[in-house]
């Protein structure tokens, strides 16, 4: 026995040693091949330092276009030097810039809203080195999606395209979606802001949150409180929650309105039909080709989650086996078009039109020139209160009489939740029918493409002045089963303006439009039809709107008393878009 231990002791210095000179290799090839300078620091015009790392091939002194990534995530593990070094691989100059307050960056750490700014001392700093040809292209995901269109609100001369994916919009999407606060941000701000790096420790214990938002739900007490009951201050949440509307905090943060008709250079976007915050990242291209008609922007997307998108998809997303024809090189991609964009090389193969889109269930690939032309028609149909079978009928053609479909939610109830929206597992045997109401259409005559985002208008009275409500389209597949295809979620109060609240009369129908909700492209097959659920959302996975009218965060179950009592009346409508 103690030769044996003597032996894998032996095999374990071996294997040690034989590491350390591995990495003592890399390292050694990294300072032979490349110029690495990781402890950049730029000044900002007010003052502040950005940390930064610069990563250029040896031997070249030409100076060279510049891809810049912008973000909050600092790794330590190697990840952001591979990223640069892909660039300078790629025949460009490749830097990373930190947030500030993080890496070497003092300060305090204030997630989104300082990157505006920042991003333009950035990358005039890069624009007057000698390694720069003026030119400077950005890319990346999430926050470093954010950060790219942050960079856009004012405009440097030396930016000269952006490739955001799944690109996150603060106040819409993230930390409230429609203005309501929802929990996942609550982690995340622990993860970006614990220290100059990443909290990977807190970031990891998803057992630590999910136990205090299911105790916090059980308590009854107000969602101000959240970190009370986990034990750990949060400044950033508590900083967020006291802006509900999407007021002047969050539209200084990026492009607003006006902002986008001075953005003129071309843009890139990569997206995914599950991507949570979808809604947060088209938003950009909206309101780009709002106030910019004739902007140069391209998407592409498809049915991928939020990290799928980044990388090109996964053979499977939430047990869904994807077409073959959805997996992408989301990298390659984007180093075509820097290549389109500053070498004039082809543009990337897959970019056939403004809008291209893979289409779920037919196995490929199809082209808009904008999201509006990604359909040519509506399906419309009222949510009547007529029974079909277990459910609703779904009409297209409006109630002759007017009626309603009573509902009584009880808030002071922990036992019940309402409202179960998000799509995991996307294809389900069930759906469910405990509360709330569900709606169906006759099956489909001829095969249908579903294709683009769904909007409607609900039209109800409250015996409050508030609630959440939730609209969740499927197709129920002719085997029984139930493909979810997209979701909204939303405040009532900011259903016609999302930067001002208006409250509810209660007793009195009032009508609720929505529009802001997930993009889809889905071949439905004969035979299928559209179910579409309506509730009001009452889970412990956002804030709790208890209709008092009171600010929704300081509302607890003090003030359930009176149960909310809606009538959904039989001319609300939904507006399913379509390509024939």
Same mark, same amino acid.
């Given at each position: 026995?103690?030769?044996?231990?003597?032996?894998?002791?032996?095999?374990?210095?071996?294997?040690?040693?034989?590491?350390?000179?591995? !990495?003592?290799?890399?390292?050694?090839?990294?300072?032979?091949?490349?110029?690495?300078?990781? !402890?950049?620091?730029?000044?900002?015009?007010?003052?502040?330092?950005?940390?930064?790392?610069?990563?250029?091939?040896?031997? @070249?002194?030409?100076?060279?276009?510049?891809?810049?990534?912008?973000?909050?995530?600092?790794?330590?593990?190697?990840?952001?030097?591979?990223?640069?070094?892909?660039?300078?691989?790629?025949?460009?100059?490749?830097?990373?810039?930190?947030?500030?307050?993080?890496?070497?960056?003092?300060?305090?750490?204030?997630?989104?809203?300082?990157?505006?700014?920042?991003?333009?001392?950035?990358?005039?700093?890069?624009?007057?080195?000698?390694?720069?040809?003026?030119?400077?292209?950005?890319?990346?995901?999430?926050?470093?999606?954010?950060?790219?269109?942050?960079?856009?609100?004012?405009?440097?001369?030396?930016?000269?395209?952006?490739?955001?994916?799944?690109?996150?919009?603060?106040?819409?999407?993230?930390?409230?979606?429609?203005?309501?606060?929802?929990?996942?941000?609550?982690?995340?701000?622990?993860?970006?802001?614990?220290?100059?790096?990443?909290?990977?420790?807190?970031?990891?214990?998803?057992?630590?949150?999910?136990?205090?938002?299911?105790?916090?739900?059980?308590?009854?007490?107000?969602?101000?409180?959240?970190?009370?009951?986990?034990?750990?201050?949060?400044?950033?949440?508590?900083?967020?929650?006291?802006?509900?509307?999407?007021?002047?905090?969050?539209?200084?943060?990026?492009?607003?309105?006006?902002?986008?008709?001075?953005?003129?250079?071309? @843009?890139?976007?990569?997206?995914?039909?599950?991507?949570? !915050?979808?809604?947060?990242?088209?938003?950009?291209?909206?309101?780009?080709?709002?106030?910019?008609?004739?902007?140069?922007?391209?998407?592409?997307?498809?049915?991928?989650?939020?990290?799928?998108?980044?990388?090109?998809?996964?053979? @499977?997303?939430?047990?869904?086996?994807?077409?073959?024809?959805?997996?992408?090189?989301?990298?390659?991609?984007?180093?075509?078009?820097?290549?389109?964009?500053?070498?004039?090389?082809?543009?990337?193969?897959?970019?056939?039109?403004?809008?291209?889109?893979?289409?779920?269930?037919?196995?490929?690939?199809?082209?808009?020139?904008?999201?509006?032309?990604?359909?040519?028609?509506?399906?419309?149909?009222?949510?009547?209160?007529?029974?079909?079978?277990?459910?609703?009928?779904?009409?297209?053609?409006?109630?002759?009489?007017?009626?309603?479909?009573?509902?009584?939610?009880?808030?002071?109830?922990?036992?019940?939740?309402?409202?179960?929206?998000?799509?995991?597992?996307?294809?389900?045997?069930?759906?469910?029918?405990?509360?709330?109401?569900?709606?169906?259409?006759?099956?489909?005559?001829?095969?249908?493409?579903?294709?683009?985002?769904?909007?409607?208008?609900?039209?109800?009275?409250?015996?409050?002045?508030?609630?959440?409500?939730?609209?969740?389209?499927?197709?129920?597949?002719?085997?029984?089963?139930?493909?979810?295809?997209?979701?909204?979620?939303?405040?009532?109060?900011?259903?016609?303006?999302?930067?001002?609240?208006?409250?509810?009369?209660?007793?009195?129908?009032?009508?609720?439009?929505?529009?802001?909700?997930?993009?889809?492209?889905?071949?439905?097959?004969?035979?299928?039809?559209?179910?579409?659920?309506?509730?009001?959302?009452?889970?412990?996975?956002?804030?709790?709107?208890?209709?008092?009218?009171?600010?929704?965060?300081?509302?607890?179950?003090?003030?359930?008393?009176?149960?909310?009592?809606?009538?959904?009346?039989?001319?609300?409508?939904?507006?399913?878009?379509?390509?024939?």
């Amino acid at each position: 026995m103690k030769t044996t231990l003597n032996f894998i002791f032996l095999i374990l210095l071996i294997a040690n040693a034989f590491s350390q000179q591995t !990495s003592k290799t890399k390292a050694e090839d990294l300072k032979s091949v490349y110029n690495v300078q990781d !402890s950049v620091m730029i000044k900002t015009r007010d003052g502040a330092f950005i940390s930064a790392i610069v990563v250029r091939k040896k031997g @070249v002194s030409i100076p060279k276009p510049v891809i810049l990534q912008f973000t909050i995530y600092v790794s330590d593990q190697g990840r952001d030097i591979k990223s640069l070094k892909a660039a300078a691989d790629n025949d460009y100059v490749g830097v990373i810039a930190y947030t500030r307050g993080k890496r070497f960056s003092p300060g305090e750490i204030l997630p989104y809203e300082n990157e505006g700014n920042d991003a333009y001392d950035v990358i005039d700093w890069i624009s007057k080195q000698e390694w720069c040809d003026g030119r400077v292209g950005m890319y990346g995901g999430s926050y470093n999606g954010f950060t790219q269109w942050a960079a856009c609100k004012k405009m440097h001369p030396a930016l000269k395209t952006i490739v955001p994916y799944v690109a996150n919009r603060p106040g819409m999407g993230l930390p409230m979606e429609n203005n309501v606060f929802i929990n996942p941000n609550y982690e995340w701000s622990f993860f970006v802001g614990n220290n100059k790096y990443l909290d990977t420790v807190a970031g990891n214990d998803r057992q630590r949150f999910r136990k205090m938002q299911f105790k916090w739900w059980q308590s009854g007490v107000a969602y101000k409180k959240l970190d009370s009951i986990d034990g750990s201050p949060n400044r950033l949440f508590q900083r967020w929650i006291q802006h509900p509307s999407f007021d002047e905090y969050w539209q200084k943060m990026a492009p607003y309105q006006k902002d986008f008709a001075h953005i003129n250079i071309p @843009v890139l976007a990569i997206d995914g039909y599950y991507n949570d !915050s979808q809604n947060s990242s088209l938003y950009y291209l909206r309101e780009l080709h709002k106030y910019n008609p004739k902007a140069d922007s391209y998407l592409i997307i498809g049915p991928y989650s939020h990290f799928g998108a980044q990388k090109g998809g996964t053979a @499977v997303l939430n047990g869904y086996k994807v077409d073959a024809d959805a997996l992408i090189n989301t990298n390659k991609i984007t180093y075509e078009w820097f290549d389109y964009i500053f070498k004039n090389k082809p543009k990337p193969e897959i970019l056939k039109d403004r809008i291209n889109y893979q289409v779920m269930g037919a196995n490929e690939w199809r082209s808009a020139p904008s999201l509006e032309k990604m359909n040519n028609g509506f399906l419309t149909f009222y949510l009547s209160n007529t029974k079909s079978g277990n459910f609703y009928s779904l009409n297209n053609k409006k109630p002759a009489k007017k009626g309603y479909l009573p509902q009584e939610v009880d808030f002071a109830d922990r036992v019940n939740s309402n409202n179960y929206y998000y799509p995991d597992p996307i294809i389900n045997e069930q759906v469910d029918t405990t509360n709330g109401y569900v709606f169906i259409s006759d099956p489909i005559k001829e095969p249908l493409l579903v294709n683009g985002s769904f909007l409607g208008e609900i039209k109800a009275s409250i015996n409050k002045k508030d609630m959440d409500i939730g609209v969740t389209l499927y197709e129920v597949m002719p085997d029984g089963t139930y493909f979810h295809l997209a979701y909204f979620i939303g405040r009532a109060s900011y259903s016609k303006d999302i930067t001002k609240r208006n409250l509810l009369k209660p007793n009195t129908i009032e009508s609720i439009p929505f529009s802001n909700t997930h993009l889809i492209s889905k071949q439905l097959s004969k035979g299928s039809r559209l179910l579409i659920t309506l509730n009001v959302n009452k889970n412990p996975f956002s804030e709790l709107n208890y209709g008092t009218g009171k600010i929704v965060t300081e509302e607890s179950i003090k003030d359930a008393k009176e149960p909310l009592r809606i009538k959904w009346y039989n001319d609300s409508f939904v507006k399913i878009p379509i390509l024939k």
